[in-house]
């Protein structure tokens, strides 16, 4: 016994000590490759593979090869990427492969107004789309060119809003959500609780559809050289064959990869392309070509729903805005004297509303120490507008999702449930609302009258920060709540956005503000910054319940964390996604 107890000890030591040398190997593996110094060949094309997921936070680094190439890109590095192309005199083209692309249509907007900035450099922008859907084309459009292959098709037929509803679901499983909101149009609740559409919801979808498709055919137009009413007949015949396309003047040529690549090198003097992929060009600095250094701004990124924690999860990655963690990086920027100024960059639904409240008393105490801009992404509604209300410009796209302004709360009642499953509960309490969240008793008229004058208090107090941050009255902006979603374009007429445009807009404004000439460089620092899987390997890890992400995959993007955590919520009525 006591020589098996000696080899386990020996065993599990050995094993402990392969696994430390077999990262320390990995990691040294992994820095080099990471600190590998791209040279650049005169006359190169970007081939710049525009896929999947684009978020706003930088993505977990992969650095070993076979694993860098699966690192979606974030938005600022999209951005980054475009200038420093336009700005390199070793990169003469760019060749966009967009595929896949799975963002909003305010971040759309955003990358196909780098691409416009990037012509501005009289350097060719070519785009090879492979089976195109919407995004993808809105995209090409920017494009000197569009190519695609022969036998493909362009699934483009215009946009459509899909609305679902559980609540027959629930009935059957016994299941009742108690929903009380402040506003008319804060709905949050109505897929759980409705079998249909409110007229509320209605009028604000249409609208959101409305200005999603008008922008779409102006987009098309405008790329196309087309007449805004002949682009919505031929989206009434859609989708079209590669042919029925290149007909209708949709797309420019049909050829395949090796094609497109000879005519292109053709069309810059050469006599076989000299390629070089977005993944390697990541790794050149900006500073090198002339598009980044002196003065430090941060980008200080918010992205998610907004919960309350300090923000441990599988393998340390964060989801969503955590509240002690997104105030560490408020105060860490705040911190730090070589930042001159912070743009904080909002894509959120909202979510907890004490959560919300403790991250806008950070940003205000940020704002005092540094100029601040907020910067908008595909939304920033509710509890995602509530932190914006600092008092400092907000910029956003004009399809930005923002507003709803109110608040609601959410409740769980499954003694139906238990009484199908045959589980009693007995309930002993002492106070008048001590079952006001038990999950096995309906909620009285008292309670709910309770619980209705603390919405009515925290609507209020919302209303009130826009009114301190938008120095505008409380009666205004009240007329303006009622939970009601506005975009950008909407939110610009209405004073609720100050102008309207993207990161080069945000980063004028805070360079203005913290007296930074107009044509000196700044370096754009993220917060939170890049990490290596290795740091990662190495935090706390708290997994998301498997239910909860095949529930995602179900039903969507339904902010359930804060569903979950229950109470008082600063949450946009619905997650909109417009196909």
């Not at 303006?480 to 950008?488: H, N, P, S």
């Amino acid at each position: 016994m006591k020589n098996f107890l000696i080899g386990l000890f020996s065993g599990c030591l050995l094993l402990g000590l392969t696994a430390v040398i077999l990262m320390f190997v990995l990691f040294r593996i992994a820095s080099s490759y990471g600190e590998k110094n791209v040279k650049v060949a005169d006359g190169s094309t970007l081939i710049f593979k525009l896929e999947g997921s684009i978020p706003e936070k930088p993505p977990t680094e992969f650095p070993v090869p076979f694993l860098q190439d699966q690192t979606p890109l974030s938005m600022h590095q999209v951005w980054e990427m475009f200038r420093k192309a336009a700005a390199d005199p070793k990169i003469k083209a760019i060749l966009i492969e967009p595929r896949g692309v799975s963002v909003g249509w305010a971040r759309l907007e955003e990358i196909r107004m780098e691409m416009l900035e990037f012509k501005k450099s009289g350097k060719p922008l070519i785009a090879f789309l492979r089976n195109p859907g919407t995004r993808e084309y809105y995209l090409a459009t920017a494009a000197d060119r569009i190519y695609m292959t022969p036998e493909d098709s362009l699934d483009l037929k215009g946009l459509r809003v899909e609305a679902m509803f559980l609540k027959n679901t629930l009935d059957k499983l016994g299941v009742r959500m108690d929903i009380i909101h402040a506003g008319k149009y804060k709905d949050a609740g109505d897929m759980l609780t409705q079998t249909s559409m409110t007229p509320e919801t209605r009028e604000v979808l249409n609208n959101v559809l409305d200005q999603f498709y008008g922008d779409l055919v102006t987009t098309i137009a405008t790329g196309r050289k087309k007449q805004p009413a002949d682009v919505k007949a031929l989206i009434d015949q859609g989708p079209f064959m590669a042919g029925q396309a290149q007909a209708a003047g949709l797309v420019d040529t049909l050829a395949f990869e090796d094609q497109v690549a000879d005519e292109t090198a053709k069309r810059l003097n050469q006599r076989e392309l000299t390629k070089l992929s977005h993944k390697a060009y990541l790794n050149v600095s900006a500073s090198s070509v002339g598009v980044s250094g002196g003065k430090r701004i941060a980008l200080i990124v918010g992205e998610g729903e907004i919960v309350r924690g300090t923000g441990n999860s599988a393998f340390g990655e964060q989801e969503g805005i955590v509240s002690g963690s997104f105030i560490k990086l408020l105060k860490d920027a705040g911190n730090d004297s070589s930042i001159k100024g912070a743009i904080i960059r909002v894509d959120s639904p909202g979510g907890d509303g004490i959560a919300s409240d403790d991250i806008l008393h950070e940003a205000k105490n940020l704002s005092k120490k540094k100029p601040v801009v907020i910067s908008m992404g595909d939304l920033a509604a509710s509890g995602g507008y509530f932190i914006s209300m600092t008092g400092d410009p907000i910029v956003a796209y004009p399809n930005t999702l923002t507003g709803s302004i109110g608040v609601i709360f959410g409740r769980l009642n499954l003694q139906g449930l238990y009484d199908k499953l045959g589980v009693q509960k007995e309930l002993l309490t002492r106070g008048r609302y001590a079952d006001l969240d038990s999950d096995y008793a309906q909620l009285s008229e008292e309670e709910r009258e309770k619980i209705r004058s603390q919405v009515d208090e925290f609507y209020r107090v919302f209303v009130s920060r826009v009114s301190d941050g938008r120095k505008r009255p409380f009666g205004q902006v009240e007329e303006l709540a009622q939970g009601r979603v506005w975009l950008g374009t909407q939110a610009k007429q209405n004073g609720l956005i100050d102008q309207l445009g993207g990161l080069d807009t945000a980063i004028e404004l805070v360079k203005k503000r913290a007296n930074i000439g107009a044509n000196e460089k700044i370096t754009l620092v993220t917060y939170p910054p890049k990490r290596t899987i290795f740091e990662l390997m190495a935090s706390r890890s708290d997994d998301k319940p498997a239910i909860e992400v095949q529930l995602r995959k179900l039903i969507g993007n339904v902010p359930l964390v804060s569903w979950r955590q229950g109470g008082f919520l600063k949450l946009m009525p619905y997650m909109i996604s417009v196909q």
